[in-house]
């Protein structure tokens, strides 16, 4: 009995130096520059080297203020990078949006060296070939038209070239950064509005009762013109037509044939403006026959309501 109590005082102080002795003999983790040697670049086979990357915080910057040409260049650098510097070294790397005291600015990252070499020799030799500010002005946020505009003229020069997979990329670029984020400019909601308002009135009178009591000139108590079923389908329609319009213009500019929507945004402002100058005998500000009820209505909601219908037409035409 006391053999055994001996041997296991022995046994429990043995232990803690064979526990220790592991614990000394555990691998420690390796230094980054060490990491990184155990990784090869599958394209060059040279070994992979810890490169000091900048940490950047806070949210990136919008993509709107970009050019075409520099929207082109990031489209060609992706392709190339796959190819020939896929493991080129990033020129950051995101730290998130909370900076604290001890947030580090610099961070390591393994990468290929002949890669990194590689990425800024082809960054350099197509900045010398290419000015990359051109295809479109330099800030699209304040002239969004003009680089609609210049992007797509450059998408079908590259089609035209046989450069398919830029084109593509350009396309969807703007789709991914530009159409999807773009919100419907607030004279193309009013505009859509106004004219579906107009449009359901028109169709109550196509197949309802028409009352056309004070919305049609009056000479003597008798309608100059009384407005058949046809002519108020077609206006109904030409009504639709137009609210289309200003959302196509407003919302989708890119979807062809890009001319119908500019061109009719500027038709119905010409349409409406010359509504409120009117035929200067029965309609319009300058019509010479007042003191009926449909003059009253007039001068009081008709020709205010063309003239701000051409008014916000003009403004879609000319800043979006």
């Not at 609609?148 to 590259?158: D, G, H, K, V």
């Not at 046809?230 to 009504?239: C, G, P, Y």
Request: glycine share 6%; hydrophobic share 45%.
């Amino acid at each position: 009995m006391r053999n055994r109590a001996v041997i296991f005082v022995l046994v429990l102080s043995i232990t803690p130096v064979v526990v220790s002795g592991d614990l000394e003999e555990t691998p420690q983790p390796q230094e980054p520059q060490n990491r990184c040697k155990i990784l090869n670049c599958p394209v060059h086979g040279v070994e992979f080297q810890a490169f000091q990357i900048p940490i950047r915080y806070g949210l990136p910057a919008p993509g709107k203020q970009l050019s075409v040409g520099l929207l082109e260049q990031g489209c060609r650098y992706r392709l190339v990078r796959k190819s020939e510097f896929p493991h080129a070294a990033p020129r950051f790397t995101n730290g998130g949006c909370i900076v604290m005291d001890d947030s580090e600015n610099v961070g390591l990252r393994c990468a290929c060296p002949v890669c990194s070499s590689n990425e800024v020799s082809w960054q350099k030799a197509y900045r010398q070939r290419t000015d990359v500010t051109q295809y479109g002005p330099g800030h699209p946020a304040t002239e969004y038209q003009n680089f609609e505009s210049e992007l797509y003229l450059r998408i079908q020069e590259l089609r035209a070239l046989d450069e398919i997979a830029i084109a593509d990329c350009l396309q969807k670029e703007w789709d991914r950064q530009y159409s999807e984020e773009r919100m419907i400019p607030i004279p193309a909601l009013v505009l859509c509005a106004v004219f579906l308002v107009l449009c359901v009135v028109h169709v109550r009178w196509l197949f309802g009762v028409p009352s056309f009591e004070g919305v049609v000139p009056t000479q003597d108590g008798k309608p100059v013109f009384h407005p058949s079923r046809s002519a108020t389908l077609v206006v109904a329609v030409a009504l639709l037509a137009a609210a289309v319009v200003s959302v196509w213009h407003g919302a989708f500019p890119q979807v062809e044939p890009i001319w119908i929507p500019r061109l009719g945004v500027w038709v119905l402002a010409a349409v409406f403006a010359l509504r409120a100058v009117g035929d200067f005998r029965y309609c319009g500000v300058f019509k010479r026959v007042r003191g009926t009820k449909f003059a009253r209505n007039d001068s009081l909601f008709f020709s205010p309501l063309c003239v701000a219908i051409a008014a916000l037409a003009v403004w879609l035409a000319l800043w979006y």
